[in-house]
């Protein structure tokens, strides 16, 4: 079964940085693209970046689009998602994502979930 384990979450005042990590086993990593998505607290998950499998493509929402970046170590089976000037709205759980079947993108679906890890930005 496919794992995806998130890192890095934490509380930081507003304005801050913090780097989330998703490691992934029991994938061919380095042929899956791979995405960041979050949740905040009364609201649907939202899609937040995604990266092509050998990184030459990305995505961003524009909320995040010039202050967050997305990339890849396909040599580590890791996913990354510098998070820069952050802010309040940004406090969320993120969750990374992989699609169902590689050489896939741009990903409509996404069929494996990490467990999350929450982001907190205080004002």
């Known amino acids: 079964q496919v794992q995806l384990v998130e890192s890095g979450g934490g509380l930081v005042q507003a304005g801050g940085s913090l780097r989330l990590s998703c490691a992934a086993s029991r994938l061919s990593f380095s042929s899956y693209a791979m995405g960041w998505f979050r949740q905040a607290p009364g609201k649907e998950r939202e899609f937040v970046s995604d990266i092509s499998w050998n990184g030459g493509r990305t995505d961003y929402s524009e909320s995040v689009k010039g202050r967050f970046t997305i990339s890849r170590d396909n040599a580590k089976n890791t996913v990354y998602l510098q998070m820069n000037s952050l802010k309040p709205e940004d406090t969320a759980v993120y969750y990374c994502?992989?699609?169902?079947?590689?050489?896939?993108?741009?990903?409509?679906?996404?069929?494996?979930w990490g467990q999350g890890t929450q982001v907190t930005v205080s004002s």
């Open positions: 994502a992989a699609p169902s079947r590689n050489y896939y993108y741009p990903v409509t679906v996404y069929k494996y």
